[in-house]
């Protein structure tokens, strides 16, 4: 069995929990994702099934776009709410204004610094199993492009916007690098891909309905 499965993931559940339901449900091994979701995150996963893992580095490498909120005031230790909070102060004053400029400062090319809680390995492990245990190892920053990026409510303290990206790029880390700028630190409340590539969210299918009618092909 080849193809590609469109897969609309909860929150509270891994990628890979995914790739394994799925690899269960159509009782094969050669099964894998394209563009990690953090547990927290919903929306578009793109799975490939069989022979079709091959597109693995082409499917990796396209842009992809997601509703995000995040909630200034709050920084933690993983760019999220889910981590242990490490700063708080009160922004009932932040300036709209304010809030409008630092966004725009993030359109373009900008640079990253991948967070430790990220499945990135350094010398063989992965910097979330390294951060789990408090340790915590030198990242080197990486150019990615913001090429759109709006906001499309803002109720302090909390920001919702839309960002489209490219490959690489950590909503969770632009998120702690917006909040950076404003001084009062922030973290993303909650994330939902709706674009990878060619793929966009409408297509995708709940995990529990999946079934061979929704496996497609990509041209050869």
């Known amino acids: ?3 590609i499965v ?3 993931k909860p929150s509270g559940i891994t990628s890979f929990d995914v790739v394994k339901k799925i690899r269960h449900k159509f009782k094969i091994k050669k099964v894998g994702h394209c563009g990690t979701l953090d547990p927290l995150a919903t929306g578009l996963l793109v799975v490939l099934l069989g022979s079709d893992t091959k597109l693995f580095s082409k499917f990796s490498a396209f842009d992809k776009a997601y509703l995000s909120t995040l909630k200034l005031g709050v920084a933690t230790e993983t760019g999220d709410c889910q981590g242990k909070i490490i700063s708080e102060c009160s922004v009932c004053d932040m300036p709209i204004s304010q809030i409008e400029e630092v966004f725009n400062e993030f359109k373009g090319e900008i640079n990253q610094i991948p967070p430790m809680f990220s499945a990135l390995k ?3 492990k992965k910097l979330y199993e390294l951060a789990r245990q408090g340790i915590e190892v ?3 920053k990486r150019s990615v492009k913001i090429i759109d990026l709006k906001i499309s ?3 302090i303290p909390y920001i919702d916007f839309y960002v489209h990206c490219s490959k690489g790029t950590y909503i969770r880390t632009l998120a702690h690098d917006i909040g950076a700028k404003l001084g009062c630190g922030a973290c ?3 994330l939902r891909r709706t674009m990878v590539g060619p793929f966009n969210i409408d297509e995708a299918v709940n995990m529990d309905s999946v079934d061979e009618s929704h496996i497609r092909h990509w041209p050869s």
């Open 1 to 3: 069995m080849n193809g």
């Open 6 to 8: 469109i897969i609309d």
């Open 122 to 124: 350094h010398k063989g």
């Open 138 to 140: 030198p990242r080197e």
């Open 153 to 155: 409510k803002i109720h």
């Open 188 to 190: 993303l409340t909650s």
